[in-house]
Structure formats: C-alpha cells, structure tokens
C-alpha cells in the first residue's frame, strides 16, 4: 500500500545530497529476501532457508513542482544515459519536523508512467517513477526541515494539446496514460553499469478525437494501413504538450517514430446522445521529456 501525505504527514525527496522537494506517495523500498526451497528428502518436511536479499522498488509518485534535477534524471533514462543516484526519502509530521528517512544507494529509474490527458476533466495529474536502488536503509531523522520556496505549478488533467505533423489534432479530446519501460540485464559487482545492455520500450499510444476532426487521421489510416505505405518516410513526429491553466507550456513529450495501426470508432451505447468520436492506435519509436 502506498504511503500520502494525508495517512502519514510528508516527504521529501533528496537525490545525492541536494533537496528536490515533496512526492505526493511513496510504496515499497524495504528488504526482501528470496524464500528458497530445498529438494524434498527423507524428512516429511520441506526445508526452507532464505536466499538472496535485495531492496523492493520504490515507486514514487509527484507533478512538477520538484527540482529540475528530477525531471533532467528521466529525460536522460529515455535517452538511454541513465545514471544511479543515491538519495533518500525524508518523512515529516505536518509541521515539518523529520521523523525517519529511507535512504537508498545506486538507484536507476525502470519504470516511467506518464498520466491520461483528458479534456473532460480537472483532476490534477502526477508522474509515477520506479527506481530500482542497490540497497535501502530506514535512519533516525531529526530537526525541522527548510525546504527550498518552489513555485507550484498546477497540471489539470484538461490542460494540453496534440501537434503530430500533417494531423488535425484540434479535436483530440484524450491521450491514455502510457508507460515507458527501461530494461537492463542483471549485472554482478560493487556497482552496476547502467547502460549495459539497456533496453527501452516506448509504448504505443491512444489517442480519442471527435469524428468531425478525424479526416487527416483517416487519410493517414488509408495510406499507412490500408495501401501499406509504411516505410519510415511516412511516419510522423509530434507532441504531448502539457499547460497550466491559463494555457502556457509547462513541458512536452515529443514523439519520433509515429505510425498508425487502428483507427475506429468509439463504442457508444444505442440509448445515449453522445459525440460520435474515433479511437487511434499509434506505435511509436523514441519519446524525448522536456518538462
């Protein structure tokens, strides 16, 4: 279960000693050992010992109002030049006293979930970030913590729009939460290499637009799936862009390597007036996050 503000006061993210700011939740980060099974033999009884130890993941959730230093931090892992930091997650009571602190040693992120766009609502949005640290231990934390004065930015649900070359993106009223993944190959020794073997798989995306705006996106469909003109030279490039409320960027995902591969209706029921809306299936090479 993931630990918020509300069920246990607040914390604060530190990476290698520089203070970053307030996470919205925080789950996992304690010491696993693996439960070994020993060959059944002339006992009734099987024998069980405890095998390797290592840290559980420690999935962080936050928007934008951390220090760049994070930000830069997953936009160099979708570059494929992740770095292992050290760091620690400090709890305070409301009035901001420490209480303890997870400190965590060598973490590379894995695991990067970017939230759904949604044009019909105004719910404030958060990244969620898993790291994989080397190894985790709780401290004794005291004193009354000073953090940095950060200007909140406020990032709604409904503040963003769509650019994808040679699209209408003007109707598009949703983008699916995605994940980008960053797979690495076990490695043995005092430290990792972070970028041995280094696998990202950036994910498809979905896209939901009025039918009244989807006749590029039908055109593309034709070419690309139907007559089989799928070559790189006919896919595309885009963007998520993310806004505050009064519809300045606060940052964007760029996308390279588009092509489409579904395009059909949003299923609607026979008893409701609703508009009539397309879903577009879209695979995609390289994202780059520019918050």
């Given at each position: 279960?993931?630990?918020?503000?509300?069920?246990?006061?607040?914390?604060?993210?530190?990476?290698?000693?520089?203070?970053?700011?307030?996470?919205?939740?925080?789950?996992?980060?304690?010491?696993?050992?693996?439960?070994?099974?020993?060959?059944?033999?002339?006992?009734?009884?099987?024998?069980?010992?405890?095998?390797?130890?290592?840290?559980?993941?420690?999935?962080?959730?936050?928007?934008?109002?951390?220090?760049?230093?994070?930000?830069?931090?997953?936009?160099?892992?979708?570059?494929?030049?992740?770095?292992?930091?050290?760091?620690?997650?400090?709890?305070?009571?409301?009035?901001?006293?420490?209480?303890?602190?997870?400190?965590?040693?060598?973490?590379?992120?894995?695991?990067?979930?970017?939230?759904?766009?949604?044009?019909?609502?105004?719910?404030?949005?958060?990244?969620?970030?898993?790291?994989?640290?080397?190894?985790?231990?709780?401290?004794?934390?005291?004193?009354?913590?000073?953090?940095?004065?950060?200007?909140?930015?406020?990032?709604?649900?409904?503040?963003?729009?769509?650019?994808?070359?040679?699209?209408?993106?003007?109707?598009?009223?949703?983008?699916?939460?995605?994940?980008?993944?960053?797979?690495?190959?076990?490695?043995?020794?005092?430290?990792?290499?972070?970028?041995?073997?280094?696998?990202?798989?950036?994910?498809?995306?979905?896209?939901?637009l009025a039918e009244s705006g989807a006749a590029t996106w039908r055109r593309w469909h034709e070419d690309f799936v139907v007559q089989g003109n799928c070559d790189d030279a006919h896919e595309n490039s885009g963007a998520l862009v993310v806004l505050d409320p009064g519809l300045q960027e606060l940052g964007r995902v760029k996308f390279e390597g588009l092509g489409i591969h579904r395009l059909d209706?949003?299923?609607?029921?026979?008893?409701?007036?609703?508009?009539?809306?397309?879903?577009?299936?879209?695979?995609?090479?390289?994202?780059?996050?520019?918050?």
């Amino acid at each position: 279960m993931a630990l918020t503000p509300r069920t246990a006061g607040r914390f604060y993210l530190e990476l290698d000693g520089l203070p970053c700011g307030f996470l919205r939740s925080v789950e996992g980060g304690s010491v696993k050992a693996e439960v070994v099974t020993e060959p059944p033999g002339a006992e009734h009884f099987l024998k069980k010992h405890l095998g390797t130890a290592a840290p559980e993941p420690l999935v962080l959730t936050f928007g934008l109002s951390l220090a760049p230093v994070v930000y830069d931090w997953i936009a160099e892992a979708w570059n494929g030049k992740r770095s292992a930091r050290d760091g620690a997650i400090v709890f305070t009571d409301a009035s901001l006293q420490r209480r303890k602190a997870l400190a965590f040693e060598a973490a590379l992120i894995t695991a990067v979930t970017f939230p759904t766009q949604d044009g019909s609502s105004k719910d404030p949005c958060y990244l969620t970030v898993t790291i994989q640290p080397e190894w985790t231990k709780a401290q004794k934390a005291s004193g009354k913590l000073t953090a940095p004065a950060v200007k909140a930015k406020q990032w709604l649900a409904c503040n963003f729009r769509v650019e994808i070359d040679g699209l209408d993106c003007k109707r598009v009223s949703k983008v699916d939460a995605f994940t980008v993944e960053l797979k690495a190959v076990d490695q043995v020794g005092d430290r990792r290499d972070p970028d041995v073997d280094l696998k990202i798989d950036f994910p498809g995306l979905r896209f939901t637009l009025a039918e009244s705006g989807a006749a590029t996106w039908r055109r593309w469909h034709e070419d690309f799936v139907v007559q089989g003109n799928c070559d790189d030279a006919h896919e595309n490039s885009g963007a998520l862009v993310v806004l505050d409320p009064g519809l300045q960027e606060l940052g964007r995902v760029k996308f390279e390597g588009l092509g489409i591969h579904r395009l059909d209706s949003e299923k609607v029921e026979a008893s409701k007036d609703a508009v009539a809306r397309v879903v577009a299936d879209l695979y995609c090479e390289r994202m780059e996050l520019a918050l």
